[in-house]
Every structure is written in structure tokens, then in C-alpha cells.
């Protein structure tokens, strides 16, 4: 699968959950504006979305956009602008909906990543999601959840949530950045179908 023209995908910072459970608000971190936007180009997504309600993180993302689209940060490293100019930051989930509404004249499918099967609702393994991506006719938003990951009423919404990424063992702490790339790799990548795992 080379590319996906109506795939888009945001990393929400609320509402999501803390470690007690609680509906909570996360700070944005260069690091992950910046690698998933790189992650966002490589699989041939539309559109990243930030979805932060605080304004000072809105600053925030658009100084590192500034950065590696227009600053020192093109010029030192030209190609990179434009990963980076897949980026913007939006106040809420339901702006970066309507904006990919705007943009493919529908509104897309949500897709929702959990680190743990918590959500009391079927989820979707990468390789059967990956068959329905070829076959959807209309634009899919991934979202991707910092903190303790996205809060329960937004994965009660979405259309889909995907299987969580299971690891080697008991540990299973990867950054968002780490698991976006995965997500996108299994879903989008090139490379041979994932090894469908025993139940």
C-alpha cells in the first residue's frame, strides 16, 4: 500500500485520562509534534492535527512549525519542511473533524488507538483494519491519545478502535510517538502483512 489520500490523524491532549482514571488536559512536547509529523509524511497521511484546548500550547506548536518550515530549521535541513508542514494545532477534537470534513466534502470514520483493551467494545485487529482501509469511502481520522490515553466517551465514539500494540512481555509503556509510527507502519507500510497472533 503506497500512500493514503484520505487517511489523516490526530494526537489529542484532552480529553484523555491521567493515571487514576480522570479526564484531564496533557502539555504538548516538541518531540512529539515533531516525529509524528515526520511519521505522518512517511505513510502519506493528509493532515496531523494537535488537538490542545490551551491557547499557550497553540504558540507553542506554531514556533516549532515556524522552526522546520520557514526558520533556521529549513534552512539547515531543507526536506524536513515538509513533514512539518502537514502540522496544526486545533482547540478541540471537533475542529479537527470539521476540518477534514472541509477538506474531502465528508465526515471521516474515527479510529482510536488504546494501550489496553479497556473500552468494553470489540476492538479491531491491525490486519483487518488494514484490509478495511483499501476498501473505505470515506477520509479516516487515527487518533492518538497522550497521557493514560483517550478518554472513554471519545473511544465509546469512535467507528473503530484498533487492538492495542502488544509488546515482548509484561511492559507496555511505549512514548506516542513510538506507537503512532507502529500504527501507521501496520496499517499503511509497505512491507509484509503482520503476523496475525493466536487467540
Known amino acids: ?13 484532552h480529553p484523555v485520562r491521567d493515571r ?7 502539555a504538548v512536547t ?6 509524528i509529523a515526520r511519521s505522518a509524511r512517511t505513510y502519506g497521511l493528509r493532515r496531523y492535527y494537535v488537538v490542545t484546548p490551551i491557547e499557550a500550547q497553540h504558540l507553542l506548536v506554531q514556533r516549532i512549525i515556524e522552526h522546520w518550515t520557514t526558520g533556521a530549521g529549513r534552512r539547515r535541513i531543507p526536506e524536513r519542511h515538509v513533514a512539518l508542514a502537514l502540522c496544526e494545532s486545533l482547540p478541540t477534537l471537533e475542529q479537527a ?14 479510529w482510536a488507538t488504546a494501550a489496553r483493551p479497556s473500552v468494553d467494545r470489540p476492538l479491531v485487529r491491525f ?19 497522550t ?8 473511544l465509546q465514539s469512535a467507528d473503530v478502535v ?9 511492559y507496555n509503556h511505549l512514548s506516542v510517538r513510538a506507537a503512532a509510527a507502529i500504527v501507521l507502519d501496520r496499517l499503511l ?8 497472533r493466536e487467540q
Open 1 to 13: 500500500m503506497s500512500g493514503a489520500p484520505f487517511v489523516y490523524c490526530a494526537l489529542v491532549h
Open 20 to 26: 487514576a482514571g480522570a479526564t484531564v488536559t496533557t
Open 30 to 35: 516538541n518531540l512529539d509534534v515533531h516525529d
Open 97 to 110: 473533524i470539521a476540518d477534514v470534513q472541509r477538506r474531502e466534502g465528508s465526515r471521516p470514520q474515527l
Open 127 to 145: 490486519a483487518d483494519a488494514r484490509e478495511q482501509l483499501r476498501s473505505v469511502q470515506q477520509p479516516v481520522l487515527i487518533l492518538f491519545g
Open 147 to 154: 497521557g493514560h490515553g483517550l478518554a472513554d466517551a471519545v
Open 162 to 170: 484498533l487492538e492495542p500494540i502488544a509488546g515482548a512481555g509484561d
Open 189 to 196: 507500510g509497505a512491507g509484509r502483512e503482520p503476523a496475525a
